[in-house]
């Protein structure tokens, strides 16, 4: 009787353990070393970069508004793709679709997410290389009219020529990109592009049928002061003499108001620095230094519920201290703020003492902790051409890759309708 149960159980484990392998319930490897597993595998589909046609849209709507004096109508490649140049310093700030449409001229690359494909048969998405955040800095900047008038036709034009794209007419516009980072940027026809997929900073000034998560994709604004590239003090915290640091704009519009009532909440307080100041090239090197010293770097909302100082903050180290009650984040579904970041709501912040009195006795192990955690992510804040392995480029891609499942659905859901969308109603 022995015999035979030794024997019923060496079979049933002769067939156990081979059909669990082959389905994947059982990793014998684990059971003989510790490190990690460095056999061959094939790649994941998710792991392919994103495949990216372009559309080669004359200089007029791009990198012709970096240079006046260029008026050849021939779309830019990658022989002659200009640097940022130096003097649309403060445009910088919304230029993600700069970088963007760079990343693609170039080719990819190791470790790019997104490459460029000439044949749109076979792509992911579609890039639209409208610099409508530049367009409207060029153009338009004051709001006047007849000085918009050059950004309105413009839009007009571009939604010309892709009403003749098969590709556009095919998905109503759902599988194309659109950077518009600048609040006001393509306003004239925004409503256009409600079904596209659109990179912003935030969605403070859209309706949810414009613009929403589902989507959109939320970009870094890109950053104005210089990196921090060697901050290695023997001990961060006490080197760091200010408690709280802003400079920066205190009279904005909307949400951004807040910004005012901080000047008498903050004002008598030896540790903290907040001043108001323009966005200067003087000014920019003073809030570094401003920043590099401080534990704590305050971010209310501005215009909308975000603003650039919060990369700035990153890209120096100093603990973002976040106000703002209806802000969206970059990479939130990859990168955990609120393992470097403290947030604050209004109420909170507005209650005299309070936010002060919470940072003045935070823990320096903790803020120790959040200094590491922003120096080993503030390479994805930062915006490179060529780009490089996990930039703040390579992390835009690649969140419009995840949202691919989503513009499929929505695409091939649109391509058997006869009736108004429902959930839309």
């Known amino acids: 009787m022995l015999g035979k149960v030794v024997i019923f159980f060496t079979l049933a484990l002769l067939i156990f353990i081979p059909c669990s392998i082959l389905i994947g319930t059982l990793d014998i490897r684990s059971y003989y070393q510790q490190s990690p597993s460095i056999i061959a595998t094939t790649p994941c589909a998710d792991e392919a ?176 002061v210089d990196s921090y590239v060697d901050d290695e003090p023997h001990d961060p915290f006490e080197s760091r003499t200010t408690l709280l640091f802003f400079r920066g704009g205190t009279h904005r519009k909307d949400k951004g108001i807040v910004r005012a009532k901080f000047t008498k909440i903050l004002a008598g307080f030896d540790d903290v620095h907040y001043e108001r100041s323009s966005a200067t090239g003087e000014n920019i090197k003073l809030s ?17 519920p975000s603003s650039c100082r919060l990369f700035d903050a990153i890209v120096s180290h100093c603990v973002p201290v976040i106000v703002s009650d ?35 006795s935070f823990p ?15 390479h994805h804040y930062e915006f490179h051409y060529p780009p490089e392995r996990e930039d703040a480029v390579n992390m835009l891609w690649r969140q419009i890759k995840h949202k691919l499942p989503g513009i499929r659905q929505s695409v091939h859901r649109s391509q058997r309708l006869k009736i108004p969308d429902w959930w839309k109603r």
């Open 364 to 378: 320096k192990q903790n803020w120790t902790e959040m200094w590491r955690q922003l120096k080993n992510i503030s």
């Open 49 to 224: 970069p994103l495949r990216v046609y372009m559309y080669d849209l004359p200089r007029r709507f791009n990198v012709g508004m970096l240079d006046g004096r260029n008026t050849t109508e021939a779309p830019v490649t990658i022989a002659d793709y200009p640097l940022w140049p130096d003097n649309q310093g403060l445009r910088r700030q919304h230029s993600v679709e700069y970088w963007m449409m760079g990343s693609l001229l170039n080719g990819g690359g190791n470790g790019s997410e997104a490459v460029r494909v000439l044949d749109p048969e076979v792509v992911d998405v579609y890039f639209v290389p409208f610099f409508s955040s530049l367009s409207f800095n060029t153009h338009g900047h004051h709001m006047r009219d007849p000085e918009t008038e050059i950004d309105h036709q413009l839009q007009i034009d571009l939604m010309g020529l892709l009403g003749q794209s098969k590709y556009w007419q095919r998905s109503g516009g759902r599988d194309h990109i659109f950077p518009m980072t600048h609040p006001n940027a393509f306003r004239f026809l925004r409503d256009q592009l409600n079904e596209s997929i659109q990179v912003v900073v935030d969605f403070g000034r859209y309706p949810k049928g414009v613009s929403n998560l589902n989507k959109d994709v939320v970009s870094p604004y890109v950053h104005f």
């Open 288 to 304: 570094s230094k401003g920043m590099r010293s401080s534990k704590f770097c305050l971010h209310p909302a501005g215009d909308t």
């Open 326 to 360: 209806k802000i969206e984040l970059p990479f939130e579904n990859e990168i955990d703020y609120s393992q470097f970041s403290l947030f604050f709501s209004f109420k909170e912040a507005l209650e005299p003492g309070y936010m002060i009195n919470q940072l003045r």
